[in-house]
């Protein structure tokens, strides 16, 4: 196998002492690793430290002779098959968000044409931060991929999103990015998985869903009324995250596209993160292609037909009309894409008369098959579900259970209809 490359851009923040357990692990899995560090990460972590890590030079000087003489900015942003930032400051998603090349962290990012993963870490109100939300959304619309923060008592003393996931479940993410396998045994710091004869194996490639890529939307859709208000739904996200995390259990690479919700994303998933269905469509369509997309986000039918920059303000001129559109049809879309999943699945939340509705779907839809649920309960945003599967051979009911039981059971069929072609 040719040695997969990742160029480490090591940001000034807390947690940058941990990229030196990043190297370590990405290294047992037999990646290579370069490190470029931000004159701020210097203050955190030395370059030696680094140096001796990586088995390499590490770079932060934009100015130094030999490598310009040869564009070296311009050659490490190429030769790396990924760039990853980790830990990723406000700061530098700030300078990326706006094309800042101040520095030769920020200049090979902009000069990159390799995927970039950003992985944040930063104080809770940094993170929630307006600025630094609105960065994320530039980002992720330029197609950085933003790993989210874990939630969790920080080093500053206060508790909420912007800890820096654990390095293990940062290695397997770069390794599902490089469809590379991860084995558990190496990140966790024992000796290699083997088998008898004593050759390593990568416990990703033995599961049902091993080199299955599969996407997954979960969650709501919040449609813009104003600046302050906006059109929603109950859903929860939880049983599409429940869903995503059993496809990537079962060794799936998983692509969760999610509404906003509380959740964590589930180890081994790459997740991103938007508001509205035409983001979801712009996300989904990028997402392309995969093997089995389910589609279990509860996308809003309609949207505003304007939404004002200004918050409208109840000034006694009436009640203002609220006009809605039409939003894209995404299930429907992907029935008819030119890069058509091989197995294309839609949710359909009912109220009444489940499995009619649902056969409805299947034939309006044009997807293979419609999980119907009852959400006439508490299901949306409650810890329990139960699946009629509607396909065009008749339908599967299955008694309520967790959501999390559910979903395994739901991707080990997923698997084996794609086993089957
Ligand atoms: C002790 C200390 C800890 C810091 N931790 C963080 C952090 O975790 N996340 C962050 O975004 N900034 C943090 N900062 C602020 C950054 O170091 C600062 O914004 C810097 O300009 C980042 O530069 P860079 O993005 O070029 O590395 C910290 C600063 C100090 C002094």
Known sequence: M???????????????????????????????????????????????????????????????????????????????????????TANILAKMAAGISDDLATTILLATDKPVLAVPAMNVRMWNHPATQRNLAQLRADGIHIMAPDEGAMACGEFGPGRLPEPPAIAEQICIMLGHPFDVMLASGRSPTTVPSGVPIATQQNLPLSGQRILVTA???????????????????????????????????????????????????????????????????????????????????????????????KDGGGIPALNLTENPDILASLATHANR???????????????????????????????????????????????????????DSWPESTKDVIARKLMEKVADALAKG
């Not at 490598?67 to 070296?72: N, P, S, T, V």
């Not at 989904?284 to 939404?307: G, S, T, Y």
């Open 219 to 313: 969650g709501p859709t919040h449609e813009a009324i104003d600046p302050v208000r906006y059109i929603a739904n109950r859903s929860s996200g939880r049983q599409g995250f429940a869903i995503a995390a059993a496809a990537a259990d079962l060794g799936a690479e998983v692509t969760l596209i999610a509404g906003p919700v509380h959740l964590a994303t589930p180890r081994g998933v790459v997740r991103i993160d938007i508001e509205t269905a035409l983001e979801m469509q712009t996300e989904v369509e990028k997402a392309l292609p995969v093997d089995a997309a389910i589609l279990v986000a509860a996308v809003a039918d309609w949207r505003a037909a304007q939404a004002p920059e200004q918050k409208i303000k």
């Open 2 to 88: 040719v040695e997969k490359r990742i160029l480490l851009i090591v940001t000034g923040g807390i947690a940058a002492y941990k990229s030196l357990e990043l190297v370590r692990l990405l290294k047992r899995q037999g990646l290579s690793v370069r490190a470029v560090m931000t004159q701020s990460a210097t203050e955190f972590v030395t370059p030696l430290s680094m140096s001796v890590m990586t088995e390499d030079q590490v770079y932060g000087d934009m100015f130094d002779l030999k490598e310009e003489r040869e564009i070296g900015h311009i050659q490490l942003s190429r030769q790396a098959d990924l760039v990853v930032i980790c830990p990723a």
């Open 341 to 395: 999943p091989k197995l294309l699945i839609g949710f359909a939340a009912e109220t009444e008369k489940i499995v009619e509705h649902a056969q409805a779907k299947l034939a309006k839809k044009g997807c293979d098959w419609i999980v119907a649920n009852d959400v006439s309960g508490d299901v949306m945003g409650g810890a329990n579900n139960a699946f009629h599967i509607v396909t065009k051979d008749g339908v």
